[in-house]
């Protein structure tokens, strides 16, 4: 094996997203003749961290690269705890948040490019209860959205905006008390935010403040589903309104609550809670992002 190559382990969730790419023959057409080995492994429908780990071990590659969406993403990194082995990413997700996040393009050959030439970049993570979140989490209206979309067994940008649409007449305001940092706050909101990246895979930028490497993360507390407030988010980016939106940098949070509500993490749905404690975990991961990222 010539000392320039690479080990390289792809783990392809086949279920993830509803695209024609066929990135099994995309991954295997643009190695064909390059030096690296390459390992694919797809994961079955009911994957436990444990299979993904034992493939990372039997292989140990120099990089392991996560094709699918967030929570594909997601699932691979839990796998890489404690392990300095750099992370890539193929956007073969519904929305493909995290890829958007860290500028992967959507063209396969050019995703792929970066896999092998792309540069480590440590990033933040952030315990959620006791999920390991890299993007963004929330609880109400967003994650009851995703438990409609999931219910509704659809995949794509188009199964998502029905999901909004069906929550938007059936969501109520939860009163939350909160612990953010040291201080104690209490709101009534639609739903509450815990940002580490900026924007959702639909290009609403939740959080302006975001950076993935900045060893902070945001809380957004939506107090109010707004049109005007959705459409600055989502095209003009101009400040939010206070008595709509506020948003806090912060290192620790809890939440509180005195009624169930619905909870997501990087796009998976977790069910309802009462309560929702949340911590910054500094340079917790290796991403492999384009050199000439923003994150430097």
Request: glycine share 6%.
């Amino acid at each position: 094996m010539p000392p320039q190559s690479l080990k390289l382990l792809f783990i392809i969730n086949p279920g993830a997203g509803k695209n024609k790419t066929d990135w099994k023959k995309e991954i295997q057409d643009y190695f064909s003749s390059l030096p690296h080995q390459v390992e694919l492994y797809e994961i079955p429908a009911k994957c436990e961290p444990d299979m993904i780990a034992k493939q990372i071990k039997d292989l140990s590659p120099d990089k392991v690269i996560a094709v699918g969406g967030d929570g594909t993403l997601k699932l691979v990194a839990d796998s890489l705890k404690g392990k300095k082995i750099p992370i890539g990413l193929l956007p073969a997700g519904s929305a493909n948040g995290m890829a958007k996040e860290l500028n992967i393009p959507a063209e396969p050959a050019k995703a792929l490019d970066i896999i092998v030439h792309g540069r480590a970049k440590k990033i933040s993570m952030v315990k959620v209860n006791d999920q390991h979140c890299i993007h963004l989490s929330d609880i109400g209206f967003n994650a009851f959205v995703v438990k409609k979309f999931e219910d509704a067994n659809t995949r794509g940008m188009w199964g998502y905006m029905k999901a909004t649409w069906k929550v938007l007449w059936d969501y109520s305001k939860m009163k939350v008390e909160m612990k953010v940092d040291n201080t104690a706050i209490q709101r009534e909101a639609a739903m509450v935010v815990i940002a580490n990246a900026t924007k959702y895979g639909t290009g609403v930028v939740i959080n302006p403040k975001g950076r993935l490497d900045d060893n902070y993360f945001e809380v957004v507390i939506i107090k109010k589903i707004s049109v005007a407030e959705i459409f600055k988010m989502r095209f003009s980016h101009k400040a939010y309104h206070p008595h709509k939106t506020e948003l806090l940098q912060i290192q620790s949070l809890e939440i509180k609550s005195d009624r169930r509500f619905h909870f997501q993490v990087d796009g998976e749905y977790l069910g309802k809670v009462k309560s929702v404690s949340a911590e910054i975990l500094p340079d917790a991961l290796e991403v492999l992002v384009p050199q000439e990222s923003e994150y430097v």
